[in-house]
């Protein structure tokens, strides 16, 4: 009788945790920083019996500054597994950390990104050529390695 009621009782456990959906959100580029100036490629795969169902995916972009994105698609009636592939226009965020969530049917998928600037920061200015004109030298200030590249280095 003992043995009988713990293979229920352990049936009942499997079986509630198969049915159970799940959710995973993947970054299809396999990396998780990016530039202010690209789109942010997310794919959502869910899985289980609950995903059969219709309802709403949820997207929350949250950043370490306290801004809050949220997005709300409709998603409709799914065989065992379905992908929704999603694309955040970096060009409307501010560049740094950002928490990304993902939630569909009860469940919640989460991954960090981090945005940075696209705009390259350099030390290097060019070379204002007038400057030595019709005096036959360059100015003074020219190092002899960065006259062949056209670069001062200030």
């Not at 219709?54 to 306290?66: A, F, I, N, P, W």
């Not at 009636?77 to 990304?100: D, F, I, M, T």
Request: charged share 15%.
């Amino acid at each position: 009788m003992n043995a009988l009621l713990v293979l229920l009782l352990g049936l009942g456990f499997c079986t509630a945790t198969l049915c159970q959906a799940e959710v995973k959100l993947l970054l299809p580029l396999a990396r998780t920083a990016y530039q202010c100036n690209e789109n942010i490629p997310l794919t959502v795969l869910r899985s289980g019996t609950p995903a059969k169902g219709s309802g709403d995916l949820g997207l929350k972009l949250t950043g370490t500054d306290g801004s809050c994105l949220t997005f709300s698609f409709p998603i409709g009636k799914a065989e065992s597994r379905s992908v929704a592939h999603l694309q955040v226009n970096g060009w409307l965020l501010r560049p740094g950390s950002y928490r990304v969530e993902v939630s569909c049917d009860g469940v919640t998928a989460l991954t960090n990104i981090t945005l940075h600037i696209h705009i390259r920061r350099s030390d290097f200015k060019l070379i204002n050529w007038e400057q030595g004109k019709g005096k036959g030298r360059l100015p003074q200030s020219l190092a002899k390695d960065s006259a062949a590249n056209g670069i001062l280095n200030v």
